[in-house]
C-alpha cells in the first residue's frame, strides 16, 4: 500500500487510501498504525474506498509538539477528510481502541461531516480510576524504561490468550507496529486518554448508524463497556474467537461485519 502524506500545518498525517465506492476511514488504537488493517483492507476495497491514517505520534504520521487530545485528533480526521473532498459522499468512520476515542470526538463536534461510525473493541466511558493511575504507569513505563519495555506489557493483553501461541507472527507484528510510535507522542497519548470525557450521550444522542463490535476474549476493554447503549440505529456483534485485536486475530469476520453494517445503510 503506497502510503500518501497530508499536511496538518507544520508537520504530515500519513494515510492510505484505496477501492471504490463508500468512503470508510478506518483509526487505529493506541501504540498501532495503520499497519493494524492490513488484513481488512483487501477485504473491503472492492465495495469500498478504504482510507486508513497514522494518528498524530503513530506509524508514519508527524508528532507535534502540541495537544493530543481526543478533539485535537478528531480535528486532523476532519481536515483529512476535507482534504480528501469527501464533504457529499461523506465516509463511515470506524476507530479501533483509541481511534474509537477519536471517532467518537469527531461524531460529537462533526456528525454532519459522517454517514455512520462505530466502535471497534472501544468504549464511550470515560477512564475510571484505576484507568488514570494504570495511563500514569504507563507513562513512568516510557520515560524510565523506554517504549520497547512498555510494549513488552502491552502488546499481550491485545491478544486472545489462546492467540498467544497460536498466531506469533500477529502477536511479533503488533509490537513491530508499535516500536514505530514516538515516546513522546505516545506520552502524550496517554495523557489524552486519561483526561478524555464520557461520551455515551453521544451514542445516546445521534442519529447516524452505530457499528458496536466486542471480543468475547478481550482483556482490555471487556465487551459490556463496548456495548453500553443500545437501540434501534446500533448494530452490536461480538465476535467470539477475538480478543482486542479482532482486524489481526479474525479478519475475516471484522470484514463480514463492516461490510454488513456498509449494505445496510
Known amino acids: 500500500m503506497k502510503t500518501k502524506t497530508a499536511d496538518m500545518g507544520g508537520w504530515n498525517l500519513a494515510y492510505t487510501d484505496q ?3 463508500v468512503p470508510v476511514v478506518l483509526l487505529h488504537g493506541f501504540c498501532g498504525s495503520g499497519a493494524y488493517w492490513d488484513e481488512i483492507v483487501p477485504l473491503l476495497e472492492s465495495g469500498c474506498r478504504v482510507i486508513v491514517p497514522d494518528l498524530r505520534g503513530h506509524g508514519a504520521s508527524g508528532s507535534p509538539n502540541e495537544s493530543y487530545s481526543m ?3 478528531a480535528g486532523d ?3 483529512l477528510i476535507d482534504g480528501l473532498g469527501l464533504g457529499e459522499n461523506k465516509p463511515v468512520v470506524l476507530g479501533h481502541s483509541l481511534g474509537g476515542y477519536v471517532t467518537l470526538a469527531l461524531a460529537e463536534k462533526q456528525a454532519d461531516r459522517l454517514r ?5 473493541h472501544s468504549t464511550a466511558y470515560p477512564d475510571d480510576e484505576k484507568g488514570r493511575a494504570g495511563r500514569e504507569k504507563a507513562k513512568q513505563t516510557i520515560q524510565e524504561q523506554g517504549l520497547p519495555a512498555f510494549l513488552d506489557g502491552l502488546i499481550p493483553k491485545l491478544f486472545a490468550p489462546a492467540h498467544l501461541q497460536s498466531m506469533p507472527e ?3 507484528k503488533a509490537r513491530e507496529i508499535g516500536l514505530g510510535t514516538s515516546p513522546e507522542g505516545a506520552m502524550r497519548t496517554l495523557e489524552a ?3 478524555r470525557p464520557d461520551r455515551n450521550a453521544v451514542l445516546w444522542e445521534t442519529r447516524l448508524p452505530v457499528l458496536l463490535v466486542a471480543g468475547a476474549s ?3 476493554i471487556p465487551e459490556e463497556r463496548t456495548f453500553s447503549v443500545s437501540g434501534e440505529t446500533i448494530s452490536q456483534q461480538r465476535i467470539e474467537a477475538a480478543g482486542h485485536m479482532s482486524m489481526m486475530e479474525t479478519p475475516g469476520i471484522l470484514a463480514q461485519i463492516i461490510k454488513n453494517f456498509i449494505s445496510g445503510l
Open 170 to 172: 500477529a502477536v511479533r
Open 77 to 79: 480526521i476532519g481536515k
Open 71 to 73: 478533539e485535537s485528533m
Open 116 to 120: 455512520a461510525f462505530g466502535l471497534v
Open 193 to 195: 486518554m486519561r483526561d
Open 218 to 220: 478481550d482483556q482490555v
Open 19 to 21: 477501492g471504490e465506492g
